[in-house]
């Protein structure tokens, strides 16, 4: 098994949590090409041109950071981060999946749709030109508010987002709370149990930005 | 356990398609309001505002199509439909989320952004005014483009698309395909995979685009 990661995005950086917390140790090469693009070559590789993509030795693909994780937690079953009954395993699925659509993809929205890089590329994946779309920043901007607002009503009486155990619905929300901070947008001084989680959760080894790479080049704090 | 559920929205009925394809038979209420909303009513006891939304016995509530048929499939696993060995759940799983990403989302974005009753609700279960942006019609069109056409390759050599047999991944990808078409967007026809998949989808009898319910009214087509 190979992963292929891009260091600075917050969608592998979600599978590299997985796989510190696990300590599954696998390849992982890093697909970065200039100036915030994909490379070339794994883009005419691999058209989906999406990180992360878990690659097997048969050349079987999975993409998806979720589908990766899943296939793995089937794999490699301890430490559970994905649930151990069918109801632990439907609350921790909803709350990424909310951590998902109500805070990344939100920050994602503001970013690219504010960096000059990001030009013509709002949306990752695509194939075909799209612009950036100015309106997105602010509507990124006041959903990330009702996100952070709604999580820190649910982290009131639980000490992880789906329960008393670290899951990967809190590998999500962190990616996607680290990721909006890209664009200078903080967590509110009002949210003071999602602040009691976020530097709890910050401070587990498998925060760092980086994993062990095989190219050898600085992690993002270039370190 | 009881299924709140909303005729016209497009993700409450992949839950009632999956019901219908495992033959489960379990109370649904709809919760649709006056002039495309949700019932306040619904909106005052569960303030995530979202549908569909699974009710247990005890009260417990779990919200996300996709967290509710993982939860059902442990419950209810003949006939599977996300997988019957670690690979191909993750293969349904990924197809699954590419449905949503890349054919919900725009087509929910052509509708939301265009109707006049959407109007400050460009998106679902947001408690403050989130203005339209017409742009977002646009990027719909074009991703929704990409999406048929990458849908169609992928169908080429598969029966379904996650394989020979239907999942999960064919109900969210039949139900984003129906949702674009509410909008005036038709399968191109150059896809003729994905077209000869479509017909063959929409006669299973899961397909209809209503099912039993509790309120007596008429379904989506006035039957």
Known sequence: MKLYDWSPAPNPRRVRIFLLE???????????????TLSPEYVRAYPEALVPMLEL???????????????????????????????????????E??????GMLPAIDVLRNSLPQ??????????????????????????LNQFFTKFDVQLEARHFLAGERYTVADITTLCAIDFASLSGVTLP?????????????SARPSSVLSVKRTDGKPNALGQ
């Open 57 to 95: 030795d048969d050349g079987t693909r999975i993409g998806e950071a979720m589908a990766i994780c899943r296939y793995l937690e089937t794999l490699y079953p301890a430490p559970p981060l994905m649930g151990t009954d069918p109801l632990d395993a439907a609350m921790i699925d909803m709350w």
């Open 118 to 143: 990001f030009a013509d590329r709002s949306l990752a994946g695509r194939h075909v030109p799209l612009p950036q779309i100015p309106a997105l920043i602010e509507r990124g901007r006041i959903n």
């Open 189 to 201: 001084g009002h949210c003071t149990n999602l602040t009691r989680w976020y530097r709890e959760v």
């Open 22 to 36: 696990k300590n599954i140790d696998i390849p992982i090469e890093d697909v970065g090409g200039d100036n915030l």
């Open 97 to 102: 999946r909310r951590a998902w659509e109500q």
